[in-house]
């Protein structure tokens, strides 16, 4: 069984900076993508950001310009470095990573204060 645990979540103020990582307990050589979602109360949980084992990205329309997906496959880990954060950006962020199997991270939460 694979874990995936993020960290890094927290209260900032508008036009702040954030760091999430997520690091999986062991290698999973089957997985081809990791990637960040987010969810709000009462809203389906939505694409933030992708990464696939070749380093391609995909970004939101509304991460684009101020979020940055990278890993570090020597520490099995994915970050997400999040800039210019906005009210909106608040929400449950999950990492996840996908291939033969599905894995989701236990969540984090961020809140922008205005």
């Known amino acids: 069984q694979v874990q995936l645990v993020e960290s890094g979540g927290g209260e900032v103020q508008a036009g702040g900076s954030l760091r999430l990582s997520c690091a999986a307990s062991?290698?999973?050589?089957?997985?081809?993508?990791r990637g960040w979602y987010r969810q709000v109360p009462g809203k389906q949980r939505e694409l933030v950001a992708t990464i696939t084992s070749g380093g391609r990205t995909n970004y939101s329309n509304s991460a684009k310009g101020r979020f940055t997906i990278s890993r570090d496959n020597a520490k099995r880990t994915v970050y997400l470095q999040m800039n210019s954060l906005k009210p909106e950006d608040t929400a449950v962020y999950y990492c996840?990573?996908?291939?033969?199997?599905?894995?989701w991270g236990q969540g984090t939460q961020v809140t922008v204060s205005s």
């Open positions: 062991r290698s999973i050589f089957s997985i081809n993508v």
């Open positions: 996840a990573a996908f291939g033969s199997h599905d894995y």
